[in-house]
């Protein structure tokens, strides 16, 4: 198997909707390294969603710890958004489309539900960036793509400058 790397849009991996995990095993947590590293690679990484590595399967990081030091890593397995919150439109963008960044709405409070890699079922409200990159995630895992909460491509969608150490 070809070790993992990121999927960049128009990857058809990414318009795939995951598919539920039901078995926590030992290929679960291979998946989960594998996010953590491809992400980790990344100078803006803020989260990753197992497609983005050409899995389609209900597993997605959230660590926002570079903008906020007190987050903890968030490992969801088949995460679901139960309430949002305090709507706000915001620039984005994505790690699969390195060109671009959007203005786009989403929520600054978000109570969801996931699994760990054990199974065991967790319940949790995230606020600010953090809510925000969750709601970023869980699309993710429905094979949806920030561009696609833009309402006019041609004045919201903004060609992101390469930065230093984004090859
Ligand atoms: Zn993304």
Redesign the pocket.
């Known amino acids: 198997m070809n070790p993992a790397s990121l999927r960049i849009f128009p990857n058809p991996i990414l318009r795939k909707k995951a598919q539920r995990v039901t078995v926590f095993d030992r290929s679960l947590l291979k998946l989960v390294a594998a996010l953590v590293r491809v992400m980790k690679s990344q100078p803006r990484g803020i ?1 990753i ?1 197992a497609p ?1 590595i050409g899995t389609a399967r209900a597993v997605a990081i959230v660590d926002v710890s570079k903008r906020e030091p007190q987050a903890e890593r968030l490992i969801l397995v088949n995460p679901v958004i139960l309430e949002t919150r305090e709507p706000e439109t915001r620039k984005e963008g ?3 489309l390195p060109d671009y960044t959007a203005f786009l709405k989403r929520h600054r409070w978000v109570r969801f539900r996931w699994q760990d890699t054990q199974g065991e079922f967790h319940e949790k409200v995230s606020t600010g960036i953090e809510a925000i990159c969750v709601e ?2 869980v699309d ?1 895992l429905n094979g949806v ?2 561009i696609d909460h833009v309402t006019c491509l041609k004045t919201d969608l903004l060609p992101r400058p390469r930065e230093k150490g984004n090859e």
Request: net charge negative; hydrophobic share 35%.
């Open positions: 989260g969603a983005q994505c790690m699969s970023h995630e993710h793509l920030f």
